[in-house]
């Protein structure tokens, strides 16, 4: 069993395009043609750039071996070039294909992925949702309403989900980290308090900054906050300093995660040793695929912490998130975007079930891939997945992020 073609979907979701703009899917097949898919979350770097990364680590590190040999394959890309450290695209490249094989190697062993991993220790994943505008809501006012996102939270919790996420803080800014508006952390009050009220204690509320803050603004935000019982403070100031992530989840009692922008168990380990988050939320197309975000796991429990795995991207990477959450005992919980374009680009095979997914015993991820939907759905642009803006924060016209 060689790996031998390689084919890459890079996928536009139709408005509003939860998810990101664009999803990248790769689709590889053995010369005995069994084929798997996996998704590929980097964007650091256009689409049509990342495509050639992706070509070029597969045919480099990948083509002709046998998927079984994940282990090896990643030290190839890990230390391609003479690197041998963390490098975002050439690992979320390599995070997309990993996936694939081991969607291969269920499908050859007639097992599900899970099974392979160890077997199913968390026989329901519990799942949470992002608060996105209900169908009568005007999506221009939802962003800075707290009345239409408590709304959007009842309707939620109403639905079996037992955790909500929201971000209302600020814009994504390439002059981060700053110290927050005195308008931003009333807005967030305001958003906290709603939902609260709201959803009672049927739902934990989960508060996202986008890692938007200075080390001391994101402790008075969070301080804020506190009488609200976040379940978690995401990604408090950017991601590249742990020691200073230390201090807020020092000055906090709101467990800090964070997660979705790191690749590899050598970035999340410093995490995990300086005490700087609780809570991990590896993106798995992103993190080096299904096996090392076992290993950054089995280092969570050590340090009795939690996986989250985060998603802000298309069914794929969701599916390989639920069969490594549901094959590890220190699940907290898994991001997860309903959609109906999500939904049938894997033929609805997995769905939400009030609040929970229960992954079957189908071979590898037991999805297919409708390639001919995601051929219908080209993305022909040049920007990137996520895009942030490059003007700093307003302290005296306020700030209004459009969510996602």
Request: proline share 7%.
């Amino acid at each position: 069993m060689r790996l031998q073609n390689l084919q890459i979907f890079t996928v536009a979701p139709p408005a509003p395009g939860w998810g990101g703009r664009y999803w990248i899917f790769v689709k590889l097949t053995t010369a005995c043609g069994i084929d798997g898919v996996g998704e590929c979350y980097a964007s650091s770097v256009g689409p049509k750039a990342m495509e050639a990364v992706i070509e070029d680590v597969f045919s480099r590190h990948m083509e002709g071996e046998s998927p079984e040999n994940i282990e090896l394959m990643f030290r190839r890309a890990y230390s391609a070039g003479f690197t041998q450290r963390p490098d975002l695209t050439v690992i979320g490249a390599f995070s997309g294909l990993e996936i694939a094989c081991w969607d291969i190697l269920g499908k050859a062993r007639e097992r599900p992925v899970y099974a392979l991993l160890g077997g199913k220790v968390t026989p329901r994943v519990r799942c949470y949702t992002y608060l996105y505008p209900l169908s009568a809501h005007d999506p221009a006012a939802f962003w800075t309403s707290p009345d239409l996102a408590a709304e959007a939270a009842s309707d939620a919790v109403d639905r079996g989900y037992t955790a909500v996420k929201f971000d209302p803080a600020g814009p994504y800014t390439v002059y981060s980290g700053h110290q927050p508006a005195m308008s931003d952390i009333s807005r967030s009050v305001a958003f906290c308090k709603a939902i609260r009220e709201a959803v009672g204690d049927r739902a934990d509320l989960l508060f996202g900054t986008h890692g938007q803050f200075s080390t001391g603004g994101t402790i008075r935000l969070a301080k804020a906050l506190e009488p609200y019982a976040p379940l978690w403070y995401e990604e408090p100031i950017p991601p590249d300093n742990t020691a200073q992530m230390a201090r807020v989840a020092g000055a906090t009692s709101i467990p800090v995660a964070t997660g979705e922008r790191l690749t590899t168990k050598a970035e999340f380990a410093p995490i995990l040793r300086q005490g700087a988050a609780t809570i991990l939320q590896p993106a798995l197309g992103r993190v080096g695929g299904i096996w090392e975000a076992k290993k950054i796991a089995a280092l969570a429990e050590v340090y009795n912490a939690q996986m989250a795995p985060h998603l802000y991207a298309g069914p794929v990477e969701w599916t390989a998130n639920l069969h490594f959450g549901t094959s590890i005992p220190n699940l907290l919980m898994a991001e997860t975007i309903e959609t109906d374009f999500h939904d049938r680009l894997i033929g609805g095979a997995i769905c939400v079930d009030d609040g929970y997914v229960a992954l079957s015993d189908a071979p590898g991820l037991g999805i297919r891939l409708n390639e001919d939907l995601a051929r219908a759905h080209p993305y022909d642009g040049d920007k990137l997945h996520l895009e942030m803006q490059s003007t700093p924060c307003d302290y005296q016209d306020g700030n209004d992020f459009q969510g996602g």
